[in-house]
């Protein structure tokens, strides 16, 4: 299992930046670390993800351009850098760790089957 937690979420305004933080731990082979999130009356949607050994990265289209994704190894810590900010981005932001698939990055949730506990990032008009 993984422990999950982050950081960084907050209120913006539109075309404002942040930066969220997630610190992992556990014995647990992590091969992907993965950025959703999720607004109200809606269905989480996968924002961003990395693959652990290697750095390949995947985006949302709707985030593609202005989000970037990136690890730092020696703190076992995965970044999402959000530019542009939109107030279409509110949502609560979680990052999941996948332990299933060493082959295949993945963009499902039910892939992921350890969580942190959400950073709220509100974006205002």
């Known amino acids: 299992q993984v422990q999950l937690v982050e950081s960084g979420g907050g209120l913006v305004q539109a075309g404002g930046s942040l930066r969220l933080s997630c610190a992992a731990s556990g014995r647990t082979i992590i091969y992907d670390m993965g950025w959703f999130r999720q607004a109200p009356g809606k269905e989480r949607e996968f924002v961003a993800a990395?693959?652990?050994?290697?750095?390949?990265?995947d985006y949302a289209d709707s985030v593609k351009g202005r989000f970037t994704i990136s690890r730092d190894d020696a703190k076992n810590t995965v970044y999402l850098q959000m530019n542009s900010l939109k107030p279409e981005d509110t949502a609560v932001y979680s990052c999941?760790?996948?332990?299933?698939?060493?082959?295949?990055?993945?963009?499902?949730?039910?892939?992921?089957?350890?969580w942190g506990q959400g950073t709220q990032v509100t974006v205002s008009s």
């Open positions: 990395i693959r652990w050994n290697g750095g390949r990265t």
């Open positions: 999941a760790a996948q332990t299933r698939d060493p082959y295949n990055g993945h963009r499902a949730p039910s892939m992921y089957p350890d």
